[in-house]
């Protein structure tokens, strides 16, 4: 592209130094010698009408056009020459349009017409120079009048003048003055009046308004998540904001202008839109004056005059686009211009503004000019603020009550992306409210009486109703938000200049194309919208506790609150986040957060733990979810409403997501930047070929349009939505239509393991049971053969609850409850001084049916039921969940945790920790299994304990403090079945493959080996944080040691900071070395060395995303639950899920298959090269149009109009949409396409393209030249009206220059889309082979065939129908409009014909071997050897070292 400008006018002045084609007027003057040299005689004219003769008798009339000396029955003979019933109204041609009366003497009114000649004549030697002369004189010469050879005209006829008195004379009256406009006509007063007017109110405006504003405070800076928090005492602070544990902070301070209203401000704002609309009617009614649809069918009746009318057209066109332009540029901020800034307090309205966030990849962005232009523009966006987004908030106020008297108070809000902002009347500024309800389990029991009316309805004011209010435009709305783009704007410009130039048939034909476009996009824009109001507008019902009592009436959940408490039922749907206070439900989180399995929620308890959302989720019921079951009398405090929920959030993100740009966005910039100076030179270069006249400007404006196609963005993004029809054909679903062609460029694919690489859920494989401190020979399938507390740990350590018949909590605890055969039952026939403690009752297999059977006392088990009293549900920060369970049997107190391994041996007590457990663990880790401790705590006899205290006041660490271990716990994980296939192709494709877990490390080792994420045998190191006595004190370090031998790597210092990893060797790190390392910087040098990352918190796994993604375009896959975060972070997140959660991904799969990694990538490959390709098939369009131009220009030739057509719409536009139709590769390639628009591959396809294009048009033009029947017959222009375009194209130069054109335009289809390794075979893209061979045929035939209807249709080989059969062809049977040309035909010889084709032919196939065999085939891969040698030395010299897949 750099080069293509620079390369035309080297063209060019090789055409004028050679001079052989160089047509520039001043050095060829059309048939002025012939082939040989010599000097062309003047050719023969047919056909030629011969004009009136005026006499004064009819006498005077020659015997060839002798008027009738009578007429038949009642007709007379009339001044025309004619017989007429009356010659009333009939106009005597002689006159010229004047009266009788005008004439000097009134001699004029003494001539009469000689009737109309019925024949042609011919004109030997043809001189367009002095062709009315010739044509006179052969006029009198066939009516044998004499002639004077001196003169060239006959003797005894003089010229038209008024006061001619001779016989005869010529009725060739003199041109006509052209009517002219004098710009005083009313309707240019009345557009002066308009324009001077506006730029005098808009002037007072400005000084008006800097008048007022002068000296004020206008504006405000709001940090993130800066606010106030109210507290029942009152008490105000700045709120520290919350947010969760899967949302990153990239907040930027928002800054808020206050307005206040002014009616002349607001007159001025729809004054300049009625501007606007006024400048698109003024140019619409321009054009249809051109056509006489103004002034009674008139052309020109308005505008009087062509050359005015153009003028006027010229002028109104600029300045109504730069008009157009700056109110597009200024949109944002217009209305506010138009209303005058005040402090906030005052505002009636605030202006809003935020940086949009974007993240911008330029990865294999090396170019020098892209990289300058980057940084131009950021410099420019910052400077004029362009990626800020400005949002105008009405300022609103709702009186509430200020206490329990009458007095009511004015609360002053706006709403701001669903959030409410208040004015805070102490510092003038508005900020979010949040209430604070406690932050331990017993503060937040204290609120169970819930809110008073007036303290509900103050809360309601400040924070807003409980619903998201998504606002849907209408479809016309939307549509006009759409088509209010730059790029639009362009193209309706170029539309106007097309319907004004007599070019609507294209004009209405890439019109329908752009608005079909733009409704498709609409469309689609709307329907996600509509899906989001629906998620984000759910409402229920639910009775609320104020004033003390319950609410008789269902209350909408649109009017809750923070600190209301709330009643559910079965079957309802939570509308906030909020914990539970009394009675226990079983929730459905299923849309939040994927998995299928309903949760059960507990009450809090009475003490004082401190409370989070986060850490406390066995407490904690979200929005979105559906109570599934729940006890009678069930209450929920709520704790957050609005966009404060973990829902709101969603919505949020959804609604405004962060901007991703990476280099094929950067670079399109600078390459349309580069096509807008090669459309100026080609502007330029038109202006002078064609004259310096107004009908140049015209021409040049369909150069640049030719060049800057308006169908360039549409084939840039079509390939993506082919892309997105595809996925979803697959179960795959696109949120993010850009993030395809992303997909394209994915060099690092993270997954999660449970869920995403292995199947869902996990099945119970055996225990491995610890008697005093050793470990029991080998492991025990059987639960029953278990030692008693073994079994009664198994069976009462989870938190499985039941519903509907079906058993519901954690598919782990659902697996290993299953597993120890025990069931859950009633709680009837227990003591009650212990019933009101019992959360669950468990009773073993054998005690089904006798709960006293004695049979089990031979194996040690003596109990027969077992009432679980508390239960500590699991939490990720301590890796653990506890339970206290009485046995009914023996009256003993029993406490079991169960958790990881590594956090049981820690807190067990030491002397029940085995001397090879980490080894015994370790090895079945190594062997996948899903490893988890048991430990177990006998308190005593229940009629030594405080039952009570146990049950609801100890504290949790006191509980399991002094804990024996009693067992390991196994797990099988599967894997999925086409998890391994689709790794190895991922591998293949040049992919490097992560593993981001919440699992142990050595299970994620064994696991990666399995699928081949680590290959068969490859070395693991293994990162992790020890603890070791240095200089007396215990302090923790990082330790690599073999993941098989558990030999610790000698030098641990430089493993931590090295970038050498031996081949073959692979690193593994827990989440507390990945910390580490995180913390100490190191983790960047060790990043792409490290596979796989275990233990990781959700936290974790987007910071380790995160980190990636400054390496390399990131990918995430994952099933939407835990991980959602990282999912959101990365470029490219793939959710193996449907659930509402899985939004926040671009990509979601509901087919939970890892093959659809494969298959996402192989899309945004195929997307990307589509894109590409589409690009430069239209760019390879721009090139060829623009020399078809100019070369047509240069001769004062226009190609026929239905080559124009059939060029601008069915090539074009039918061969743009055939190329996205590519097939999809079968497998991924070993490389990634290119995705810079101005990278080397893409410039030497373009280039070289060109190149032989220009040289084979150039070359025609010359062979054209070289040929003896087409020299002394080359068109000449001189006699036509340029402006009339259409007039121009019946001769050889057009012909030869549309052949050619055609088959290079249609080439360019085939040679762009090889499908090379992102595409299959191009013969299997069947819509792109029919149109290609389709097109090339029917090109074929209009070059070789003899005259027939479709040639005359284009022009192409065709004539007059004399002229045909003057050359020896039959007359035609069909219409033929009568050619513009001396020779009135342009059929060319049969043997130049095949010539032609014959070269046509070995320019295709030099353009389809310059693509396959430079471009993509040896030449092209020996460059990019070389290129990729060159940079991987420059990273290895940067320590930035290529990634291994």
Not at 303 to 308: E, M, P, Q
Not at 537 to 553: A, L, P
Not at 1128 to 1147: K, Q, Y
Not at 1288 to 1310: H, K, P, R, T
Request: proline share 3%; charged share 20%; glycine share 6%.
């Amino acid at each position: 592209m750099r080069t293509i400008s620079a390369a035309t006018v080297a063209v060019v002045a090789w055409m004028c130094v050679v001079g052989t084609v160089c047509g520039f007027p001043a050095f060829n003057t059309p048939n002025s010698v012939d082939a040989a040299g010599n000097a062309c005689p003047l050719v023969s004219r047919t056909g030629l009408e011969c004009p009136r003769l005026c006499v004064q008798g009819y006498n005077d009339c020659p015997e060839a056009i002798r008027a009738p000396a009578s007429c038949d029955g009642d007709k007379q003979l009339c001044d025309d020459g004619s017989c007429h019933a009356s010659c009333a109204g009939v106009v005597n041609p002689c006159l010229c349009g004047m009266d009788a009366a005008d004439g000097v003497g009134g001699t004029a009114a003494v001539y009469k017409a000689c009737p109309a000649y019925a024949q042609t004549v011919s004109i030997e030697h043809y001189d367009p120079s002095i062709k009315d002369q010739q044509l006179e004189e052969a006029c009198a010469l066939a009516w044998s009048l004499e002639v004077s050879g001196n003169n060239k005209s006959s003797s005894d006829v003089a010229e038209w003048s008024s006061d001619a008195t001779e016989r005869r004379v010529w009725g060739v009256c003199p041109t006509a003055q052209e009517r002219r406009l004098s710009f005083r006509e009313s309707y240019c007063i009345a557009f002066y009046a308009i324009v001077g007017a506006e730029v005098v109110l808009y002037l007072a405006w400005h000084v008006y308004k800097s008048l007022r504003e002068k000296g004020m405070a206008l504006k405000t800076v709001l940090e993130a998540d800066d606010g106030y928090e109210d507290s029942d005492g009152g008490k105000e602070k700045v709120e520290e904001g919350r947010r969760s544990e899967t949302e990153e902070d990239t907040s930027e301070p928002m800054v808020l202008r206050g307005f206040d209203g002014s009616v002349a401000g607001a007159a001025l704002y729809w004054l300049a839109l009625a501007s606007t609309a006024g400048w698109i009617v003024l140019l619409s009614v321009i054009v249809a004056d051109y056509y006489g649809a103004v002034r009674g069918g008139e052309a020109y009746g308005m505008l009087a005059n062509s050359d005015t009318s153009m003028a006027v057209f010229i002028f109104v066109w600029h300045v109504g686009g730069i008009w157009m332009l700056t109110i597009l540029a200024l949109a944002p901020r217009l209305r506010s211009y138009f209303r005058i800034a005040c402090p906030l307090v005052r505002a009636r309205v605030v202006q809003v503004e935020e940086r949009r966030a974007a993240v911008v990849l330029m990865e294999g962005a090396h170019s020098r000019l892209t990289l300058l232009v980057s940084r131009v523009r950021a410099v420019l966006v910052r400077r004029f603020g362009l990626d800020i987004e400005v949002e105008a908030c009405k300022v609103q106020t709702v009186r509430v009550p200020a206490g329990n008297n009458e007095e009511e108070e004015s609360i002053v809000f706006i709403e701001h992306r669903c959030t409410r902002y208040v004015l805070d009347r102490r510092t003038g500024a508005f900020r979010r409210c949040s209430y604070s309800l406690g932050s331990t389990h017993r503060e937040l029991l204290a609120r169970r009486t819930g809110l008073d009316n007036n303290e509900a309805a103050h809360r309601a004011a400040r924070l807003g109703e409980n619903l998201l209010r998504v606002a849907v435009p209408a479809f016309p709305l939307a549509l006009l938000r759409e088509v209010r783009s730059y790029f639009y704007l362009y193209q309706t410009m170029c539309m106007y200049v097309w319907f004004y130039f007599n070019y609507y048939k294209m004009a209405l034909v890439q019109l329908g194309v752009i608005v079909v476009a733009a409704l498709i996009k609409v469309a689609i824009r709307l329907r996600s919208e509509r899906k989001t109001k629906m998620l984000a507008e759910r409402q229920s019902t639910c009775r609320v506790r104020r004033d003390g009592v319950w609410s008789d009436q269902p209350l909408d959940s649109a009017e809750l609150v923070p600190g209301d408490v709330i009643a559910v039922d079965a079957g309802s749907e939570v509308m906030c986040d909020g914990c539970v206070l009394r009675g226990e439900l079983v929730v459905d989180e299923s849309a939040l957060t994927g998995e299928a399995m309903p949760v059960r929620k507990l009450p809090l308890k009475d003490d004082d733990i401190a409370f989070d959302t986060n850490t406390s989720k066995m407490h904690t019921v979200y929005a979105g979810t559906r109570v599934v079951e729940c006890v009678a009398g069930t209450e929920i405090l709520v704790l957050r409403t609005r966009t404060d929920t973990d829902k709101g959030r969603l919505i949020q993100r959804i609604l405004h997501p962060a901007r991703y740009s990476f280099v094929f966005d950067e670079q399109l910039p600078v390459a349309l930047l580069l096509l807008l100076t090669y459309g100026g030179l080609g502007f330029a270069l038109t202006i002078w070929l064609m004259g310096h006249d107004v009908t140049s400007w015209f021409y040049g404006v369909f150069v640049v349009s030719e060049i800057m196609s308006p169908l360039l963005p549409a084939a840039l993004v079509v390939g993506q939505s082919v892309a997105a029809q595809r996925l979803r054909s697959q179960r795959i679903y696109c949120v993010d239509l850009p993030r395809i062609m992303l997909a394209g460029k994915v060099r690092v694919f993270c997954f999660d393991k449970t869920g995403t690489l292995t199947k869902e859920g996990l099945e119970f494989y055996a225990a491995h049971h610890i008697d005093s401190a050793a470990f029991a020979p080998c492991e025990t399938l059987d639960v029953a053969q278990l030692p008693g507390i073994v079994e009664l740990g198994l069976a009462s350590c989870h938190a499985v609850a039941e519903a509907g018949g079906e058993l519901i909590g954690n598919p782990v605890d659902i697996e290993q409850f299953r597993a120890s055969g025990w069931q859950r039952t009633n709680c009837d026939n227990v003591d009650s001084r212990i019933a009101p403690l019992v959360l669950d009752t468990l009773v073993p297999p054998h005690s089904r049916n006798n709960d006293n059977d004695s049979s089990n006392s031979s194996i040690g088990k003596n109990y027969a039921r077992i009432h679980v009293i508390r239960r500590f549900e699991f939490e990720h920060a301590r890796q653990s969940m506890s339970v206290a369970v009485l046995d009914a049997q023996t009256g003993h107190v029993h406490v079991f945790v169960k958790g990881s391994f590594e956090r049981l041996r820690r807190m067990a007590h030491l002397d029940s920790v085995p001397a090879d457990y980490d080894a015994v663990a370790a090895r079945w880790a190594k062997q996948g299994c899903y490893v988890l401790a048991l430990a177990h705590r006998d308190l005593g006899h229940i009629d030594d304990l405080d039952l009570e205290a146990v049950a609801t006041r100890m504290p949790r660490e006191e509980l399991e403090a002094g804990c024996s271990l009693v067992s390991l716990v196994l797990f099988r994980n599967e894997l999925r079945t086409d998890t391994t296939a689709a790794v190895a192709e991922l591998k293949h494709g040049d992919t490097r493959t992560v593993m981001i877990t919440g699992d142990n490390a050595l299970t994620a080792v064994y696991i990666a080996r399995q699928c081949g994420l680590v290959d068969v045998g490859a070395r693991v190191l293994l990162g992790d944080m020890e603890r070791s006595s240095e200089k007396g004190k215990d302090i923790a370090q990082l330790v690599w040691r073999d993941a098989d031998t558990d030999a610790e790597l000698e030098c641990k210092a430089q493993a931590q900071t090295t970038t050498t990893i031996p081949d073959g060797c692979e690193l593994a790190v827990t989440a507390a070395a990945f910390d580490y390392l995180a913390a100490s910087g190191a983790i960047r040098n060790l990043l792409t060395d490290i596979r796989i990352f275990a233990r990781m918190t959700p936290q974790g796994k987007a910071q380790c995303v995160r980190l990636h993604m400054e390496r390399a375009v990131t990918a995430m896959c994952g099933d939407g639950g835990n991980d959602c975060g990282a999912l959101r972070a990365a470029h490219v997140g793939l959710a193996l899920s449907d659930s509402d959660a899985s939004i926040v991904s671009p990509f979601s799969s509901g087919g939970r298959s890892v093959q659809a990694c494969v298959v996402l990538l192989r899309e945004g490959r195929a997307a990307l090269a589509t894109s590409l390709a589409g690009y430069k098939f239209l760019i390879n369009y721009a090139t060829t149009m623009s020399m078809l131009e100019i070369v047509q220009f240069y001769f004062s030739v226009i190609v026929p109009q239905a080559v124009w057509i059939t060029v601008d719409s069915l090539v074009a536009v039918g061969l743009c949409i055939a190329v996205t139709q590519a097939q999809t590769a079968r497998r991924l390639a070993p490389s990634r396409p290119t995705a810079r628009l101005l990278g080397a591959r893409t410039l030497a396809s373009i280039w070289g393209q060109t190149v032989v294009n220009y040289s084979f048009l150039f070359g025609m033009m010359a062979l054209l030249f070289r040929q003896s029947w087409f020299r002394c017959h080359e068109f000449d222009s001189r006699d036509i009206d340029t402006s009339l375009w259409w007039l121009l194209g019946d001769n050889y130069e057009a012909e030869i220059i549309s052949i050619v054109c055609l088959f290079q335009f249609v080439n360019g289809a085939a040679v762009y889309n090889f499908g090379h390794r992102y595409r299959r075979t191009w013969i299997t893209n069947y819509l792109l082979a029919v149109l290609y061979c389709g097109f090339m045929a029917t090109i074929s035939v209009l070059t070789l065939a003899n005259p027939n209807r479709l040639g005359c249709l284009f022009r192409i080989n065709c004539g007059d129908p004399d002229a045909l059969v003057a050359l020896g062809y039959a007359r035609p049977a069909w219409h033929i409009s009568p050619y513009n040309s001396p020779a009135g035909h342009n059929v060319l010889p049969h043997r130049f014909r095949w010539t032609l084709w014959a070269l046509c032919v070995v320019n295709i196939v030099l353009c389809l071997a310059f693509e396959r065999l430079v471009v993509l085939g040896p030449v092209g891969q020996l460059a990019k050897r070389w290129w990729t040698l060159r940079g991987t030395a420059t990273q290895e010299s940067t320590q930035n070292p290529r990634l291994r897949p």
